[in-house]
């Protein structure tokens, strides 16, 4: 047993991190779609309350670097926080395009989010506040609830669904250049 969350969410809360501390945002609480922001350390223990979302939302991504946490998606809406700092998020900007149930990779500069019920991948500068830019698009269109990792250098995302049937498709975009999504394999 590693500890337990301040709030016990479901429904797809955001996470997001630094080399110290974890955060998870928003997610539905059984009653509602959360607008809590809760963290722990690595050392284990009970969570503890951060902050407040700018609005209660589940099925978002997270994305950060060493100083900043970006809460993204279920719509358009991307809050960020100071992850050193606890406190109420505050508006980033606006994705441009609606993405829910969406993943995100990140290096220490850049965030990407991927898929969330369109092929469009959208990209931000995690150090500057404001709206997103086209990325570029992924192989299979429509995916939702697949996996997403990355290093510094390059974001994959694996499996995932479209309306009608699941995916196998892996495929990786390298974050520091915008374009298309490139063929990985397959699960």
């Known amino acids: 047993d590693f500890g337990d969350l301040f709030l016990g969410v479901s429904n797809q809360p955001s996470a997001a991190s630094s080399s110290t501390r974890y955060l998870y945002a928003g997610g539905f609480d059984g009653d509602s779609h959360t607008n ?4 722990g350390n690595y050392n284990g223990g009970t969570g503890s309350d951060f902050g407040d979302l700018t609005a209660g939302r589940s099925e978002g991504g997270g994305l950060s670097n060493e100083t900043r946490a ?3 998606g279920s719509g358009t809406t991307m809050d960020y926080v100071t992850i050193a700092s606890a406190g ?3 508006d980033f900007g606006d994705l441009g395009t609606s993405q829910e149930s969406l993943r995100s990779v990140a290096s220490a500069t850049r965030g990407v989010t991927m898929g969330g019920n369109t092929n469009q991948n959208m990209y931000i500068t995690i150090a500057s506040t404001g709206s997103s830019s086209n990325f570029g698009e992924m192989l ?3 995916t939702i609830q697949g996996g997403a990792c990355s290093n510094s250098t390059r974001g994959i995302y694996a499996g995932g669904r479209s309306s009608s049937a699941q995916i196998d498709v892996v495929q990786y975009l390298t974050i520091a250049s915008a374009g298309d999504c490139v063929d990985f ?3």
């Open 36 to 39: 809590t922001v809760q963290f």
């Open 70 to 72: 970006v809460f993204v």
């Open 88 to 90: 109420n998020a505050t």
């Open 140 to 142: 299979s269109a429509a």
């Open 185 to 187: 394999g397959n699960l």
